[in-house]
């Protein structure tokens, strides 16, 4: 029957290949920095400081925030991952980076795409073997392949909600 899900192969050549597309994919965040660095330095500075309602993260800090999930959580749920069984990972807000709007918008980018560097470094350097150890991620069984697909799909959300903050924004200057 089709309407089952049903769990993908697990032969060793079928997982080399899903590991090797979810770092590929993690390398999105990469590319995508670097894409957006022209088009976000030519905005007026309003346009990436400032948030459009109170508990929403500027586009600075929305990079900020990124680069400290990858260089601070992330990599602390893999460490978790190969050393206990099962660990419990809850997914956290984006934290609110002190400071991330008076910092140069090119400086978080560099940062953004070293910290995603060091996040795929050591993915890449976790055993094969590993990536099939269970946890729990925001009450989900899973396993490492589901927790990197998670850290995908996130970006992903909070690329696409910049993007049409800023395609849906007025980013005239305002005359005065």
Known sequence: ???????????????????????????????????????????????????????????????????????????????????????????????????ANDRPLDDLLVDLRAARAGLRETLAAVPAQAWNRRAVLDGEATDLYGVALAIVRRDADHLKTLAYRLHEADLRTPKG
Do not use: C, H, N
């Open 1 to 99: 029957m089709l309407d089952r899900y049903s769990e993908p192969r697990r032969d060793a050549a079928t997982l080399a290949a899903r590991r090797a597309a979810l770092l590929d994919q993690l390398g999105w965040l990469e590319d995508e920095a670097t894409a957006l660095a022209p088009l976000l330095s030519a905005l007026p500075a309003w346009a990436v400081e400032q948030a459009p309602m109170p508990d929403d993260l500027s586009a600075k800090e929305t990079f900020a925030a990124l680069a400290t999930l990858d260089r601070d959580v992330y990599p602390a749920w893999i460490g978790r991952l190969q050393a206990e069984d099962a660990p419990a990972l809850d997914t956290p807000a984006l934290p609110g980076p002190e400071g």
